[in-house]
Nanobody
Framework: QLQFVESGGGLVQPGGSLRLSCEASGRGSDLDNLDYYMIGWFRQAPGKEREGVSCISHGSRVSKTADSVKGRFTISRDNAKKTIYLQMNDLRPEDTGTYYC????????????????????WGQGTQVTVSS
């Protein structure tokens, strides 16, 4: 079993920054082999579908970021700490939502990087509110 706990959300003014963290825990091979799997960040605003924000491959070899956040958000991972990060800069009101991290069932899948169906394990989310 694998669990994720997201943190770092909060209330921030437009133009501000936040760094989200996604820490994995669990037992056995699911945790030991975390680095071998693609990890994604998603967000969901009230009344809207969950959308992919950014994803990163096994070994941080490649990553992909949604056009809506490109140039502002950066995904990274620290395998020793079993933690994945999302650095968010120049935040806008439309970035408001609950942010989730998740682990996919493969090391990389560029075509389905932003598809929730490609992911197996999910965290509970952290709320980000961008407002003046």
């Amino acid at each position: 079993q694998l669990q994720f706990v997201e943190s770092g959300g909060g209330l921030v003014q437009p133009g501000g920054s936040l760094r989200l963290s996604c820490e994995a825990s669990g037992r056995g091979s699911d945790l030991d082999n975390l680095d071998y799997y693609m990890i994604g960040w998603f967000r969901q605003a009230p009344g809207k579908e969950r959308e992919g924000v950014s994803c990163i491959s096994h070994g941080s070899r490649v990553s992909k970021t949604a056009d809506s956040v490109k140039g502002r958000f950066t995904i990274s991972r620290d395998n020793a700490k079993k933690t994945i990060y999302l650095q968010m800069n120049d935040l806008r009101p439309e970035d408001t939502g609950t942010y989730y991290c998740a682990r996919a069932g493969t090391w990389w899948d560029a075509d389905n990087c932003h598809s929730p169906a490609a992911y197996e394990y999910w965290g509970q989310g952290t709320q980000v509110t961008v407002s003046s």
